[in-house]
């Protein structure tokens, strides 16, 4: 079904590429390997960053991940929209993961139009090493309240629902700290939790078709600090 094939994995079955590029060329299949130079590895892909794969998506028709769980392959889907099959050596079976990526963009998409009513937010900035990004945050409020908004700074060491529960006046959360809670424990939360990059949607100066484009880890809004 598809001729082009790009191939990722996690530095665990990093070893692994060369050998399923092997076997994916003799079947007839062209195969790439990006590099975008951010990743120690050709084909590597992290949590939160998936720019090796995206430097290639437009050059491919799907991607093959290598590796265990729907993880990295539901962020590798959601980043590229592009056909993705997950080949998990733990579980010794392939599956297709993109159209549990669609699912799940179209519930960020409906926690950003219920977040665009609410009158009141919360910013919340995480304590943890490599997730504290005050300057996004306060570039956040003073945007919200531009456009009107009550807003408040939250510090917290963990985004949980638990969390957010102290504060019932606060109608939606914005997340500065990892999006991947927004975006794989959103349905923990009884109010919308936007993740920092969907800012720009809710705030209009963005596109959700853009955003999705420009990849949904795009991180253009971001100054860390």
């Given at each position: 079904?598809?001729?082009?094939?790009?191939?990722?994995?996690?530095?665990?079955?990093?070893?692994?590429?060369?050998?399923?590029?092997?076997?994916?060329?003799?079947?007839?299949?062209?195969?790439?390997?990006?590099?975008?130079?951010?990743?120690?590895?050709?084909?590597?892909?992290?949590?939160?960053?998936?720019?090796?794969?995206?430097?290639?998506?437009?050059?491919?028709?799907?991607?093959?991940?290598?590796?265990?769980?729907?993880?990295?392959?539901?962020?590798?889907?959601?980043?590229?929209?592009?056909?993705?099959?997950?080949?998990?050596?733990?579980?010794?079976?392939?599956?297709?993961?993109?159209?549990?990526?669609?699912?799940?963009l179209q519930s960020r998409w409906a926690a950003i139009q219920?977040?665009?009513?609410?009158?009141?937010?919360?910013?919340?900035?995480?304590?943890?090493?490599?997730?504290?990004?005050?300057?996004?945050?306060?570039?956040?409020?003073?945007?919200?309240?531009?456009?009107?908004?009550?807003?408040?700074?939250?510090?917290?060491?963990?985004?949980?629902?638990?969390?957010?529960?102290?504060?019932?006046?606060?109608?939606?959360?914005?997340?500065?700290?990892?999006?991947?809670?927004?975006?794989?424990?959103?349905?923990?939360?009884?109010?919308?939790?936007?993740?920092?990059?969907?800012?720009?949607?809710?705030?209009?100066?963005?596109?959700?078709?853009?955003?999705?484009?420009?990849?949904?880890?795009?991180?253009?809004?971001?100054?860390?600090?």
């Amino acid at each position: 079904e598809w001729s082009r094939i790009g191939l990722v994995s996690t530095v665990q079955h990093i070893q692994t590429l060369d050998e399923a590029k092997e076997i994916l060329v003799r079947a007839g299949k062209t195969v790439v390997i990006g590099d975008a130079g951010r990743l120690e590895y050709p084909g590597q892909v992290i949590g939160c960053d998936f720019s090796n794969a995206r430097s290639i998506a437009k050059e491919v028709d799907a991607f093959l991940f290598i590796g265990g769980g729907r993880f990295h392959a539901l962020g590798l889907a959601i980043s590229t929209l592009k056909p993705t099959i997950v080949a998990d050596p733990y579980e010794n079976r392939a599956y297709p993961i993109h159209e549990e990526a669609k699912r799940v963009l179209q519930s960020r998409w409906a926690a950003i139009q219920e977040a665009r009513k609410a009158k009141k937010f919360a910013v919340l900035i995480g304590l943890k090493p490599g997730q504290k990004r005050l300057n996004t945050a306060i570039s956040i409020k003073e945007k919200l309240e531009a456009l009107g908004k009550e807003v408040y700074l939250l510090a917290v060491r963990e985004v949980t629902p638990d969390v957010v529960m102290n504060f019932p006046a606060v109608e939606a959360f914005v997340n500065t700290a990892c999006p991947r809670i927004s975006l794989d424990d959103s349905s923990r939360f009884k109010r919308p939790l936007i993740a920092f990059n969907e800012v720009p949607v809710v705030t209009g100066e963005l596109s959700w078709e853009k955003l999705c484009e420009a990849g949904w880890f795009h991180e253009g809004f971001e100054k860390r600090g």
